[in-house]
T-cell receptor, first 117, second 113 residues
Framework: GAVVSQHPSWVICKSGTSVKIECRSLDFQATTMFWYRQFPKQSLMLMATSNEGSKATYEQGVEKDKFLINHASLTLSTLTVTSAHPEDSSFYIC?????????????FGPGTRLLVL | GENVEQHPSTLSVQEGDSAVIKCTYS??????FPWYKQELGKRPQLIIDIRSNVGEKKDQRIAVTLNKTAKHFSLHITETQPEDSAVYFCASRNTGTASKLTFGTGTRLQVTL
């Protein structure tokens, strides 16, 4: 399958700081990427859909000013958690869609574990 | 929006037995149903998927069935092995330009020796 990378794999930061997470499609171009958050022993919750060259679409309840998404190229999307707080600690996973319209498949990055102290 | 229910939440089987995980979805327009396997601390990995124009798909020990009328789909793992132990998520995707995956709540499968 297609390869999606994510960086960093884990990060520890102080409360109030901002953290940037990168998601890259390594062997394909992705016009659409997705950002998920997963708390321990829970399912994946979609935060936002990242569209290359346009604004991201956020799910209900997700603060767009807190979780800044930039999809500046066909192979890179970034998620910035601004003014992070302990409740933002979670496993953040990006995903990219690949394939022809109507036949798309979605692959996930390895995830970024964020711990806010 | 779409709602996906998944059962059971935990499943323990002996090595060599079969395991079945079931999901139901609410949006009749959904047309794509993937299954992901997630090991602890790792990314979800696509193990099999099925599209709405197909009723069954098989890949070695793994099979998925889809009943569009009843809006449910199931994952079947035969001859289970200890390395099958993981959390399995079903998902459904709606149609249209704003299509997205909606995930089930997950099933923790434990294959015992």
């Amino acid at each position: 399958g297609a390869v999606v990378s994510q960086h960093p794999s884990w990060v520890i930061c102080k409360s109030g700081t901002s953290v940037k997470i990168e998601c890259r499609s390594l062997d394909f171009q992705a016009t659409t990427m997705f950002w998920y958050r997963q708390f321990p022993k829970q399912s994946l919750m979609l935060m936002a859909t990242s569209n290359e060259g346009s604004k991201a679409t956020y799910e209900q309840g997700v603060e767009k000013d807190k979780f800044l998404i930039n999809h500046a190229s066909l192979t890179l999307s970034t998620l910035t958690v601004t003014s992070a707080h302990p409740e933002d600690s979670s496993f953040y996973i990006c995903s990219a869609r690949v394939g022809l319209a109507g036949q798309e498949t979605q692959y996930f990055g390895p995830g970024t574990r964020l711990l806010v102290l | 929006g779409e709602n996906v229910e998944q059962h059971p939440s935990t499943l323990s089987v002996q090595e060599g037995d079969s395991a079945v995980i079931k999901c139901t979805y609410s949006d009749s327009a959904s047309n794509y149903f993937p299954w992901y396997k997630q090991e602890l601390g790792k990314r979800p990995q696509l193990i099999i998927d099925i599209r709405s124009n197909v009723g069954e798909k098989k890949d070695q020990r793994i099979a998925v069935t889809l009943n569009k009328t009843a809006k449910h789909f199931s994952l079947h793992i035969t001859e289970t092995q200890p390395e099958d132990s993981a959390v399995y998520f079903c998902a459904s995707r709606n149609t249209g330009t704003a299509s997205k995956l909606t995930f089930g709540t997950g099933t923790r499968l434990q294959v015992t020796l």
